[in-house]
């Protein structure tokens, strides 16, 4: 399934007009924190219009946290761990193709667990064995 949302995203990403692949590359101009913030914001959105929900993103010093209440991907089932890998697939797909690579997406909560929201949070990491670094500004 987290293979499946790189791919889906690819797909779409190569499928977008030239105008807006244009506009994807001038985000290299930005602060790596700003360029992440951006372009989750804008999964945010279009999560929202394409899914029906209701998303919501915050961002701290060392992430940025995307809250997908009434997920499609989980609704309905009951696990003890998070079960939304296509989202996971799709937020680091889009952060690898708008920033590159270093980073990671984790579901730190899941409605399929019992949660209120599915709940991600972006990181940078280091080549340390994971280690988690702040985001360049």
């Given at each position: 399934?987290l293979r ?7 797909a779409?990403?190569d ?8 506009a ?5 101009v930005l602060?790596?924190?700003?360029r992440?913030?951006?372009?989750v914001s ?14 919501s ?5 060392g992430?940025?946290v995307v ?13 003890e761990?998070p079960?939304?890998y ?16 270093g980073f ?6 899941c ?11 972006v ?8 280690d988690?670094?702040?985001f360049?500004?």
């Open positions: 399934l499946s949302g790189r791919i889906g995203f690819t779409a990403y499928r977008m007009p030239p105008l807006i692949k244009l994807s590359k001038m985000l290299k602060p790596e924190k700003r992440v913030a951006t372009v804008e999964f945010n959105k279009a999560f929202d219009e394409v899914m029906g929900t209701h998303g993103f915050i961002q701290d010093e992430s940025i809250k997908i209440p009434e997920c499609p991907y989980c609704r309905g089932i009951i696990t761990k079960a939304c296509v989202e996971i697939g799709l937020l680091l797909q889009l952060v690898e193709t708008a920033v590159g690579s990671t997406v984790q579901e730190t909560k409605m399929a667990k019992g949660d209120p929201v599915c709940q991600f949070e990181r940078k990491v280091s080549g340390n064995q994971g988690q670094q702040q360049k500004n």
